[in-house]
T-cell receptor
């Protein structure tokens, strides 16, 4: 596609429920990233996929968070048993696997846990 | 681990004036990339300007320019002739230059307000 596409744009869920957030990267981009941005804060790295390599999961805050990338394209970020502190904007980004190449961001999924 | 620090949570400037946003970083690498991203209320992160650490010349993109001081690990953004559309959160970011794609490490951001 023309840009990084994320869905849903907004999601309100009850505490304890599971949520799935979807990211469709720019066609041909082998690198895909998930970031979390809490209200008024900077971007916190969560996970990064690069081609067929094992993903860098070093930023996932707990085992309630997981992500997968099917067929090297679409990615899903899953949060199990959501907590109120999970409320944030979840940003997906993609790039070519070239050092210094521009990373393009989607508009994010705004998650509110009530 | 690399860290990026933006010491100005908020800045304001009069329309048509010049403003400088500060950024410092910490790394033991000699080669890397630095970026400034803009995030308007739409939440979309937009690349403003990038700098390769091995280049001594400061990057410039129209009204946006950087002052890259490698020894001091400083990377400030200057916006000339500020416009109302420049109002946004600005994030400084660092990225390794090792093979393959690498994640961005962001600062906490500076909220820029443009006064008409």
């Amino acid at each position: 596609g023309a840009g990084v596409s994320q869905s849903p744009s907004n999601k309100v869920t009850e505490k304890g429920k599971d949520v799935e957030l979807r990211c469709d990267p720019i066609s041909g981009h082998t690198a895909l990233y998930w970031y979390r941005q809490s209200l008024g804060q900077g971007l916190e790295f969560l996970i990064y996929f690069q081609g067929n390599s094992a993903p860098d999961k070093s930023g996932l805050p707990s085992d309630r968070f997981s992500a997968e990338r099917t067929g090297g394209s679409v990615s899903t970020l899953t949060i199990q048993r959501t907590q109120q502190e999970d409320s944030a904007v979840y940003l997906c980004a993609s790039s070519l696997a070239v050092p210094g190449n521009t990373i393009y961001f989607g508009e994010g999924s705004w998650l509110t846990v009530v | 681990a690399q860290t990026v620090t933006q010491s100005q949570p908020e800045m304001s400037v009069q329309e048509a004036e010049t403003v400088t946003l500060s950024c410092t970083y910490d790394t033991s690498e000699s080669d890397y990339y630095l970026f400034w991203y803009k995030q308007p209320p739409s939440r979309q992160m937009i690349l403003v300007i990038r700098q390769e650490a091995y280049k001594q010349q400061n990057a410039t993109e129209n009204r946006f320019s950087v002052n890259f001081q490698k020894a001091a690990k400083s990377f400030s953004l200057k916006i000339s002739d500020s416009q109302l559309g420049d109002a946004a959160m600005y994030f400084c970011a660092y990225r390794k230059s090792t093979k393959g794609a690498q994640k961005l490490v962001f600062g906490q951001g500076t909220r820029l307000t443009i006064n008409p």
